[in-house]
């Protein structure tokens, strides 16, 4: 067995962190296992399955440019004393340039991974983050991406175009996704939305995912029907600031908050449509789920690559033509009686069956050279 170091920031249920714990789950265990070096002390959501999957996790300080010696003196011990990596994936961008560099004195090929793209508004800490992705161009062995954009925006055309990157899809597994009315009416009742018609987002709440927009977009559709209710899968640093503001718009009653779950495409069973307007999106791991569901989606043409909208379900719009056109659009769906069907050959087909993006990983894996 070869074993991995994943670095991360804490695993917690985001995106990122779940698309490692898809591989993980999938990844033949006997052959390569997984290691977690984490920058942050708290427990973490995902801590528990990791270990019982036979996963060790390591801390070392989160790393805030202040305290780079410090930093730099946990990666030493932590690589000097632990020999049983062949490798290091790095998935925290922020730091890459720092703990690959690290690793690589320590005789470790060194992966670096992007799963987004940056903001579009330039800030000073924007500035600081690109300025140490940079960095990473001259650092790495090789190169893995959600997406083209993705690579593009973080390491550069030349690295992306080159032999040195890899798209690796945002995998799922499919069947878990396919359409099935039991589930539904389980889900609608434990949310008691039996009687209403869903419109619901999977995400973290941050500005990115542009919860304000579904907002509007909600208080257009209650012009319409009365019944329309929005539900929020995840959660994040602003989802108080989104309740709150739920709460002044007056459609507070018409939101259900279902915060982390650990059965998505359970969930996915209780909504009508998706929405999914984010600014920007290095591919939209929620966009992928909800077409394997069958939902009808609309998501934000400026923010979404063409990756993502692999069947005829996604209706890409700007958000630039407002709240008012998304809502319209969704109630002219909702008008059509759509009916669901099995996705799950559109989904492999596409090439994000989760069974075949790890096949994929794991014989790069071990045919690592140290």
Request: charged share 25%; hydrophobic share 40%; proline share 1%.
């Amino acid at each position: 067995m070869i074993r991995i170091l994943h670095v991360v920031h804490g695993m917690d249920c985001g995106g990122t962190e779940n698309i490692i714990m898809n591989l993980y789950r999938n990844i033949d265990r006997t052959k390569v296992q997984f290691d977690f070096l984490v920058h942050t002390e708290k427990r973490c959501f995902f801590d528990d399955e990791i270990e019982q999957l036979g996963g060790c996790i390591y801390h070392v300080p989160y790393y805030n440019m202040l305290n780079l010696f410090v930093y730099k003196k946990a990666l030493h011990k932590l690589f000097s004393t632990h020999n049983e990596w062949i490798a290091v994936h790095g998935h925290l961008g922020s730091c890459a340039c720092i703990y690959l560099s690290v690793a690589k004195k320590y005789g470790l090929y060194t992966i670096a991974h992007s799963h987004a793209i940056n903001e579009k508004r330039i800030n000073l800490k924007e500035l600081l983050y690109r300025f140490h992705a940079y960095l990473t161009r001259g650092v790495a062995d090789f190169y893995m991406g959600c997406s083209y954009e993705a690579g593009v925006d973080r390491y550069g055309k030349a690295i992306t175009n080159s032999k040195k990157y890899k798209i690796i899809n945002n995998g799922i597994k499919a069947d878990d996704y396919t359409f099935n009315e039991e589930k539904r009416v389980a889900m609608r009742s434990e949310f008691d939305i039996l009687d209403h018609y869903v419109i619901g987002h999977v995400g973290r709440f941050s500005a990115v995912k542009n919860h304000n927009f579904m907002l509007e977009v909600l208080a257009e559709l209650k012009k319409f029907n009365a019944d329309y209710t929005m539900m929020f899968v995840g959660d994040g640093e602003l989802r108080k600031t989104i309740e709150l503001k739920a709460k002044n718009m007056g459609i507070a009653d018409s939101i259900v908050f279902t915060g982390i779950r650990k059965d998505v495409p359970s969930v996915l069973q209780a909504m009508d449509q998706f929405i999914f307007p984010s600014f920007n999106e290095g591919l939209g791991i929620g966009l992928i789920e909800a077409q394997a569901s069958g939902l009808p989606c609309i998501a934000n043409k400026d923010g979404i690559i063409s990756l993502a909208n692999f069947s005829n379900l996604v209706e890409m719009k700007s958000i630039n033509e407002g709240a008012q056109a998304w809502a319209h659009h969704i109630d002219s769906v909702r008008k059509s009686n759509f009916v669901r069907k099995d996705m799950s050959s559109y989904v492999k087909a596409a090439g994000f069956d989760i069974v075949e993006v790890t096949k994929w990983l794991q014989e790069f894996y071990i045919n690592i050279k140290r």
